[in-house]
């Protein structure tokens, strides 16, 4: 089903010149032995008055848009360098910086890890997790190497007894936000490192 858009006001109002040209030619060109009937002329008015209604109802809802859009990108420019702690499932790893994350994990697991793994789903390193939802990860695989420059995926799992991987977490990471701009799709922030951060992957501002 196509939805119901309201017509702009340039629209409309270019509606409403033409229907009272026409209206007023009808009066003018009627025959006088046989006016136009009452209700037929109600009939004529009563449209007139939709088109008037429409183009006040089109100048308002562009008003509302307006005022909101101009509200939304206030409060977003508000949060400009605060940090957020976003949810990921991957991580930029630059060969030098180790990089600082937080896993969460149900109440229940007693032990837990990160899985490290390259571009082609291999495991390249498991990185525990601290009591506290901590992980740092220094960039070394399992044989003493710096990981190279690279994107690398990450995933949360409770580490079962017997080593094998159970029941999956969320890892989250601390970015600051470097700028807000207003986009097609309303305010989006970019981090310090010039990359959108997803708000709906955004779990706290601290």
Do not use: C
């Amino acid at each position: 089903m196509t939805p119901l858009t309201m017509p702009t006001p340039e629209a409309a109002l270019t509606g409403m010149d033409t229907f009272l040209r026409l209206l007023t030619a009808q009066l003018r060109n009627q025959d006088p032995l046989s006016p136009m009937e009452g209700t037929a002329f109600a009939q004529q008015l009563a449209t007139f008055s939709n088109v008037e209604q429409q183009i006040k109802t089109g100048q308002r809802l562009e008003e509302i848009a307006e005022s909101l859009s101009h509200t939304r990108f206030t409060d977003a420019a508000g949060l400009v360098g605060r940090e957020v702690s976003v949810a990921v499932t991957s991580a930029r790893f630059d060969g030098i910086t180790p990089m600082d994350m937080q896993a969460e994990l149900p109440k229940e697991i007693k032990a837990g890890v990160v899985v490290v793994r390259s571009s082609d789903g291999s495991a390249i390193a498991r990185i525990p997790v601290a009591s506290d939802g901590a992980i740092h990860w220094d960039g070394k695989l399992a044989d003493g190497t710096i990981a190279p420059v690279a994107t690398y995926s990450v995933e949360a799992r409770a580490l079962l007894e017997d080593g094998r991987l159970g029941a999956a977490g969320e890892v989250r990471m601390d970015r600051r936000i470097g700028s807000v701009e207003l986009s097609a799709n309303g305010s989006q922030f970019l981090g310090e490192d010039g990359l959108v951060i997803d708000l709906r992957q955004v779990r706290q501002i601290k």
